[in-house]
């Protein structure tokens, strides 16, 4: 199910399940809001992992419509970044 990036306001990002309009999670960075507010909800993660061109990872829809695929590997990096290891 892909996923789309609201800004809310300066600094606060929602994580909005397409489908159901459903807010599965929020983050206050800038950059990285997408892949910290996906991370941040591990049993929405665990439940959205693909496969693509061969790596595992998550797909999620930017606000412009882009589908951006995030690997597995990045993902654990960003988590063993803040000391929370998956």
Do not use: C, D
């Not at 397409?18 to 892949?35: F, P, V, W």
């Not at 910290?36 to 909800?41: G, P």
Request: charge should be positive; aromatic fraction near 10%.
């Amino acid at each position: 199910m892909p996923v789309v990036v609201k800004k809310v306001k300066e600094g606060l990002y929602y994580l909005i399940e397409s489908s159901t309009g459903k807010k599965i999670a929020e983050s206050r960075g800038g950059r990285n809001a997408r892949i910290s507010a996906a991370i941040r909800n591990k049993h929405w993660l665990e439940s959205h992992l693909v496969t693509f061109q061969g790596r595992k990872g998550i797909w999620i829809t930017l606000k412009s419509g882009k589908r951006v695929f995030i690997p597995l590997e990045k993902v654990k990096q960003y988590f063993r970044k803040r000391g929370w290891p998956i």
